[in-house]
């Protein structure tokens, strides 16, 4: 088989090509086909409205200090009196985006104490020059009634639709996996999405029924009841008598009040006495 192998050799490497022809295809004929993304997908940014039109920023710049790319510029101003713009007593008058810095890290999400800003499932930006490419507060907030804000029309690359699915990654961080926030409504509603669904948890996901919820947060995972007090130290597992106090420990109270060091040796009440052999 010396002679045959020799042979074969310039089209061996053509074995793995011929291989896969006989496969069933993966690729998706993207535009025309696009794939589910996952409901936790770092997206481009939206800023969010309460169902009655008050945005829900309140210019504290947690979201800009928090950025490792420091890709977030916002600066908070008072509310006025008479048109309030936010339920705080501030609100960002001021918030611009770089899409260009950007890392899509969703730390501003995290960070964020009242929900003002998550990001969707939109990611297909693009921009001809660097000014466009920084999102300003009239593109990343959203209308009155919570229809989102794109500075590119519709095309076939653009999905609008994608840019209301945004609170993903905000409800997973929130609850911080707590398991008495199971059953919960955790998260303020939107004028994009409304009332947001409530925390589903382990039990819900595998469809068993908890008989005593309340149960939950005194009790770690499995039902297993936490000792209120601390293992007795004093005896070991065999019965035998431990003493408290382990050998040649001293009270760091009567050490302060000695006079003696660590040798023994007296010292003087006196202390220029103490220079003396």
């Known amino acids: ?6 042979m ?7 074995a793995v090509t011929l291989r896969q022809m006989t496969r069933p295809r993966l690729t998706t004929s993207y535009p025309k086909e696009k794939r589910v993304k996952p409901q936790r997908f ?45 339920p705080g007593e501030r609100y960002g008058f001021i918030y611009e985006i770089n899409m260009l810095r950007c890392i899509f890290c969703a730390m501003c ?18 921009t001809t020059t660097r000014d466009d490419a920084i999102y300003t507060r009239d593109e990343l907030l959203v209308e009155m009634d919570g229809t989102p804000r794109h500075p590119d029309p519709p095309n076939r690359l653009f999905d609008f639709d994608e840019l209301k699915l945004g609170s993903g990654w905000m409800r997973a961080t929130a609850p911080g996996g707590r398991a008495a926030f199971e059953g919960v409504v955790a998260w303020t ?21 908890d ?7 005194s009790s770690p ?13 004093s005896s070991s597992p065999d019965g035998e008598e431990l003493p408290t106090d382990p050998p040649g420990s001293v009270d760091p109270d009567s050490t302060r009040s000695s006079s003696t060091p660590q040798g023994g040796e007296e010292l003087p009440s006196d202390p220029k006495d103490r220079h003396e052999p």
């Not at 481009?44 to 890709?71: Q, T």
């Open 1 to 6: 088989m010396g002679w045959f192998a020799d």
């Open 8 to 14: 074969l050799g310039p089209f061996r490497g053509f």
């Open 42 to 86: 770092h997206g481009r940014h939206v800023l969010n409205r309460y169902p009655d039109g008050m945005e829900k920023c309140i210019g504290c710049e947690l979201c800009a200090g928090v950025c490792p790319a420091r890709c977030i510029y916002v600066r908070g101003a008072d509310n006025p009196p008479d048109n309030p713009v936010s």
């Open 109 to 126: 999400v995290e960070a964020c104490p009242t929900e003002a800003i998550t990001m969707t499932h939109l990611f297909e930006m693009s």
């Open 189 to 209: 509603p939107s004028a994009t999405q409304g009332e947001l669904p409530a925390e589903r948890g382990q039990s819900a996901a595998s469809g068993a029924e």
């Open 211 to 217: 008989p005593d919820p309340d149960s939950r947060s």
């Open 221 to 233: 995972q499995g039902g297993e009841e936490l000792p209120t007090d601390p293992p007795d130290r």
